[in-house]
Structure formats: C-alpha cells, structure tokens
C-alpha cells in the first residue's frame, strides 16, 4: 500500500530555514508527480509545489515562490522540501502527496495519497 512519512519539521524564527523529508513506498515514485501540500491552523489545505518525475518541471505557489526549493531523488525514493526565509504564515501542517494521475495538467495538481504531515510553525 501507499505510504508516504513526512519529517524534518520544527520550531524555528522568522528568517530561518527548514528541510522537509517524505519517504515514499508502495508504488512506483520514480513515474508520478509528487506535491506538497500544507494546511494553516483553521484552513483548509493549500498546494505548495510540485515536481514532475525527473525533476524537469516543477511549479511553486505564489505564496512560496523564490523563498521554497522542492527536489527529489529517485534512487532513494525520497521527496524534500527546502524551506527558506520562512514567514509565519508559513506555520502549517505540511503533507507530501502523490499524483493522481501519471499524466499531469499544469495547475491541475490532483492528489490521491498524502502522508500524516509534519509540523513547520514559525515564531518570534
């Protein structure tokens, strides 16, 4: 079955930075998109970025672009999330999820299996 486990969140200050890890099994990672996704206190669940299979082409919310790095690696079956310049509405949960589909529309970032999250908050 699918199973994706996220890590590496945490408690840091406005400024700083954090790595997200999501360790994927259970399907072929190498073949799918993959995203990650976060949900704020009392929001609902907001798309953070996305990365095609090879890492070619990959797609940033506004709201993360210049300051977010998403990468994969294949071989490791492994997904990150490079977080930088971190804000505190960035304080979320943050999920990784996989692709519905094999074929991917741009901005149509569908998503079938996400993992139990890790917790980024940002203080002062």
């Known amino acids: 079955q699918v199973q994706l486990v996220e890590s590496g969140g945490g408690l840091v200050q406005p400024g ?3 790595r997200l890890s999501c360790a994927a099994s259970g399907f072929t990672f190498s073949i ?27 797609a940033y919310a506004d709201s993360v672009k210049g300051r977010f790095t998403i990468s994969r690696d294949n071989a490791k ?5 490079q977080m930088d310049s971190l804000k505190s509405e960035d304080t979320a949960v943050y999920f990784c999820a996989k692709a519905k589909t094999i074929v991917v529309v741009p901005t149509r970032y569908e998503y079938d299996y996400w993992g139990q999250g890790t917790q980024v908050t940002v203080f002062s």
């Open 16 to 18: 700083g930075s954090l």
């Open 32 to 58: 799918y998109w993959m995203y990650w996704v976060r949900q704020a206190p009392g929001k609902g669940l907001e798309w953070v970025s996305g990365i095609n299979s090879n890492g070619e082409s990959i």
């Open 77 to 81: 079956n492994t997904l990150y999330l």
